[in-house]
């Protein structure tokens, strides 16, 4: 099966008329470009919750195979979360300056992520592509890998990967344009609900003249598609 679906969370009007995207929400930025950090409870607080879970789904919690599981947990969670305590402005403030009469955008393709959705804490993956069009400042392309990774390990709904990637590089480095498309699947789609594998859910978000020039968009969309697969 490789059905491609608009979106897969319930209660989002997709058919909604719409001419053009809406602006990016400045509070969306605020609330995503800096450490989200937040008090926290203690390590040994969240291993109990971990052995506290085992015990819901019917395990015996003493039995030797689980004796580490709740530290593996919550290390893996550690590792899995590491972008609560990442700065997203700072990855991209370390810029080269100079676009040297550069006046195309610059795309990154094929940018592989997992993240998890905030409904289920199950993960889903897939692929960001990533363009925007400098005005003065360039990222090393490293860089809108890194950024990605730092949202991607958060809770996470496809739809505010997307909106949170594109409005980072908007707000620090002030490009002409940006535009990212995400394609992912969704385990808590695939394993688990109507468990279909293989769907997959495409969002997207323009900004700049990748919103306002429709041939701009689709020169984005073609470069993407065409030369992959
Ligand atoms: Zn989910």
Do not use: W
Request: with cysteine; glycine share 6%.
């Amino acid at each position: 099966m490789d059905a491609a679906i608009k979106s897969i969370r319930p209660g989002k009007p997709a058919d909604k008329p719409e001419s053009r995207p809406a602006e990016l929400d400045p509070a969306e930025f605020l609330a995503a470009a800096v450490r989200a950090d937040q008090p926290r409870p203690a390590r040994a607080e969240a291993e109990a919750a971990v052995k506290t879970l085992l015990a819901y789904i019917g395990e015996n919690t003493e039995r030797e195979g689980l004796l580490d599981t709740p530290r593996r947990v919550v290390e893996a969670f550690d590792e899995l979360y590491q972008g609560y305590h990442q700065c997203p402005a700072e990855v991209l403030d370390r810029t080269f300056g100079e676009t040297a009469g550069y006046d195309d955008f610059v795309l990154v393709r094929d940018i592989e992520f997992t993240s998890q959705c905030e409904h289920h804490m199950m993960p889903f993956y897939g692929k960001a592509h990533i363009a925007y069009t400098p005005v003065e400042r360039v990222v090393g392309l490293s860089k809108l890998a890194r950024l990605t990774d730092i949202f991607a390990r958060r809770l996470q709904t496809q739809e505010h990967l997307t909106a949170q990637i594109a409005a980072a590089i908007d707000e620090v480095l002030k490009p002409r344009g940006v535009a990212v498309l995400i394609e992912a699947e969704h385990t808590c789609m695939s394993v688990r609900g109507v468990a279909k594998h293989g769907a997959s859910t495409f969002t997207s978000r323009f900004t700049g003249m990748f919103r306002d020039n429709p041939a701009e968009q689709a020169r984005f969309l073609s470069m993407v598609r065409g030369m992959q697969r």
